[in-house]
Nanobody, 124 residues
């Protein structure tokens, strides 16, 4: 089993930055593909970013491309999401997730493990 705990969320003004962290425990995630998803009130959970097991491949939703950066540190068993130029529409609960294939995967149903989420609120 893999336990994932997100941190780093908060309240920020539009144009600001936040860095989300996802700490894994219970098992090394060095062979797992990792992803970030978000869910705004009244909306479905949506893909934000994903990274392969080595960090060599990444993918981003069009809405965050050029503003967000996903990275990982396998030695620390952690994944990060650097969010810059934040917009009010980025407001959501952000979730970290892990899947077994190690590849870049954008569909939430392919992920086996999920964190509890961290709230990000961007005010205008």
């Amino acid at each position: 089993q893999v336990q994932l705990v997100e941190s780093g969320g908060g309240l920020v003004q539009a144009g600001g930055s936040l860095r989300l962290s996802c700490a894994a425990s219970g098992r090394t995630i060095s062979n797992y593909g990792m992803g970030w998803f978000r869910q705004a009130p009244g909306k479905e959970r949506e893909f934000v970013a994903a990274i392969s097991w080595s960090g060599g491949r990444t993918a981003y939703a069009d809405s965050v491309k050029g503003r967000f950066t996903i990275s990982r540190d396998n030695a620390k068993n952690a994944v990060y999401l650097q969010m810059n130029s934040l917009k009010p529409e980025d407001t959501a609960v952000y979730y970290c997730a892990a899947h077994l294939s190690g590849l870049v995967v954008v569909g939430p149903l392919d992920y086996s493990y999920w964190g509890q989420g961290t709230q990000v609120t961007v005010c205008s």
